[in-house]
């Protein structure tokens, strides 16, 4: 489990401090589940009060870029590189600074070939589980944002596997 709250969350993976959760703060809380010998993980990012409002246009963004990808995630249709892209376009506007990878495949080890990401390219195939991210660490305001959800990929687009809930904007 990573939670990062303030300050450390623009660090992909924290270890614990003593650093008490403060009120404004961005809390990015991140788990790792094994189930039945496979691994996953999900991440949501909270607010420990109202989204600040550079915040909430971060978030209203990412969770747009979220619904986008379940969209466009098919097999032989769409290759993982492609999926990075659409991300990356997707967030240009908010001027941050992007992660090199946006997702990968998960399994019995934490993570899997494909990655989303400027790797080789292999398609999509039904019965793959993914888990994708959008992110941004670097925001220019002293806090990350991430989501990360796990989908299958279905002989027809993909089934998402974690709670399909937002995080509210307070």
Known sequence: MIVATGERSVFPNVGPTTRQLCKGDICRMEIFPMIDGY?????????????????????????????????????ARVEPRHLMISICRSCASLACRRSRSSGMAWGCICTEDPYLGPTPDQPL??????????????????????????????????????????????
């Not at 990412?62 to 097999?75: R, W």
């Open 39 to 75: 691994h996953v993980g999900v991440c949501r990012t909270p607010p420990s009060a109202k989204f600040a409002p550079e915040a909430a246009r971060i978030w209203a963004n990412l969770t747009a870029c979220k619904h986008l990808l379940l969209d466009i995630m098919k097999p």
């Open 125 to 170: 195939e039904p019965g793959m589980v993914l888990a994708f991210e959008p992110l941004v660490f670097e925001t220019g305001y002293d806090f990350g944002m991430q989501i990360k959800d796990v989908v299958l990929i279905t002989d027809t687009g993909c089934e998402l596997m974690s709670n399909f809930t937002d995080n509210p904007i307070a």
